[in-house]
């Protein structure tokens, strides 16, 4: 994310540069027309000075030569006459004034030769700022590429990562998830059988009936000798077997009252009388219902409570 924050605002630096750089180049191609206008103005004025200065440097040598080509006066004892003497002072001033024009001129072209060649290298040293601006600005912008080209790699060498991460992630949350849809079944089945075994613990059976009706049933037995060989019976007990579908499944904990016919009954099977209580009842008979006080010590014997009438 941080290599992200920071490439953005390059490239919009870079974007920024870039019109700052079509707007610097427009600028440029200005210049340049105008420096090329100028350099094509003082090629121009070069061509017409020295052409200038060849036609008159040529217009002297032609009157130099039209005075060499008249006779010279000399001087003699014979022939003093002042105009003689005036015309070769006349020759004399007219080579001067001409010698004298072509001095003037040529220090006229000198001096605009000198004034072009300071223009020239005024323009050749503008030439050289704006090249090395030009350098310089095309120096920034690839240090901008190589700027966002290497944030552009740290970026994609930390969405690499950060991919690999996430796979190594989704790898382990894909187990996470196997495991944990493996520990809600066991979690399951674990409750499930916890349910049970609390249910099988706390599911106990009561019988409620005459001597005959349990004997016949079979959840009393007959066992023994007779008490008489005649007329006596012999003793009965619970069988040593017992089959809940003879009696009545209640829990232990919530069924803490179980309501009786009417008569009274007596507890037959195993369970201690003390830890449980009548609904009424005397002489030891139950009567109405038996309320359980301490289920755990009352059903500790047995599981099956046998109640018999009479």
């Not at 599911?203 to 349990?214: I, N, P």
């Not at 579908?245 to 201690?272: H, K, M, W, Y």
């Amino acid at each position: 994310m941080r290599t992200l924050r920071l490439l953005i605002p390059t490239a919009l630096l870079l974007a920024a540069c870039d019109t700052s750089a079509k707007q610097q180049l427009a600028t440029l191609a200005r210049a340049d027309s105008l420096r090329t206008d100028s350099l094509v103005s003082i090629k121009n004025d070069l061509l017409n000075e020295v052409m200038t200065s060849t036609q008159f440097v040529n217009a002297i040598n032609d009157e130099m030569s039209k005075l060499k080509a008249k006779k010279s006066v000399k001087l003699t004892a014979a022939n003093p006459a002042e105009s003689t003497i005036t015309d070769i002072k006349a020759q004399r001033a007219d080579v001067l004034s001409h010698i004298k024009a072509l001095v003037a001129r040529l220090d006229s072209s000198e001096t605009r030769l000198e004034t072009l060649r300071a223009r020239a290298a005024t323009l050749s040293k503008h030439d050289a700022t704006l090249a090395r601006q030009l350098e310089q600005y095309s120096k920034t912008i690839a240090d901008l590429r190589n700027t966002v080209t290497q944030q552009k790699a740290e970026y994609e060498a930390t969405i690499a990562r950060q991919t690999t991460q996430i796979a190594s992630l989704s790898s382990r949350v894909d187990t996470l998830d196997r495991a944990n849809v493996q520990l809600a079944g066991e979690k399951a089945a674990l409750t499930d059988t916890v349910t049970s075994l609390t249910d099988e613990k706390n599911t106990v059976y009561y019988v409620v009936g005459t001597k005959d009706e349990l004997i016949h049933r079979g959840v009393l037995v007959e066992e023994g000798h007779k008490r008489l060989l005649i007329l006596g019976g012999r003793p009965v007990a619970p069988a040593r077997e017992l089959d809940p579908a003879a009696f009545t499944r209640i829990d232990r904990l919530r069924d803490r009252v179980i309501n009786l016919p009417e008569g009274n009954f007596t507890i037959f099977s195993r369970q201690n009388p003390a830890y449980a209580s009548p609904v009424a009842g005397k002489d030891g008979k139950i009567s109405g219902g038996l309320r359980v006080d301490q289920p755990e010590k009352f059903w500790a014997p047995s599981r099956f409570l046998i109640l018999v009438k009479g």
